[in-house]
């Protein structure tokens, strides 16, 4: 009975994913119908990579956060369980993952940082400010960060 209810539970999930599918599909060809008139809105994509990693629950947790950094600031050193996408509003964002080279990420840039692996940021500048905007995706509960010590 156990193995009945996980495969009329599959097919639930397999149905409700297609209707989700069709259900977007729908919205963004509206979308796109409605982005040709005039005075109406279109969306601009800024960034898109696919990932892995991302929590795999029944729930997700969402989270936006807003940071900002005085001159000369940095991060912890750090990891994260699952990747997070950041957008810069205003100023450099130099970024050092373990194993690579560091890059500076610019206001109007966006950037992924990858799961499980060793980090930190800084605002470089010795003047300027450095606002941005992160997106975590995770488990429910799940610790933003967790230092390196």
Known sequence: MSIKATKLERREQRRKCTSLSL???????????????????????????????????????????????????????????FPVTLYILEGAFRLELEGREPITVRAGEARMMPSNVKMTGYNNSGTEPLRLVVFYVSDPGTPFLDPIH
């Not at 994509?45 to 600031?73: C, D, H, I, W, Y």
Request: glycine share 10%; no cysteine.
């Open 23 to 81: 259900g977007f599909a729908i919205l963004f060809g509206a979308l796109t119908v409605a982005a040709q008139e005039p005075g109406v809105v279109k969306p601009q994509l800024l960034f898109s990579e696919t990932v892995a990693g991302m929590p795999k629950g029944e729930n997700q947790e969402v989270r936006v956060l807003s940071v900002n950094f005085r001159p000369g600031e940095r991060t912890l050193f750090h990891t994260h369980r």
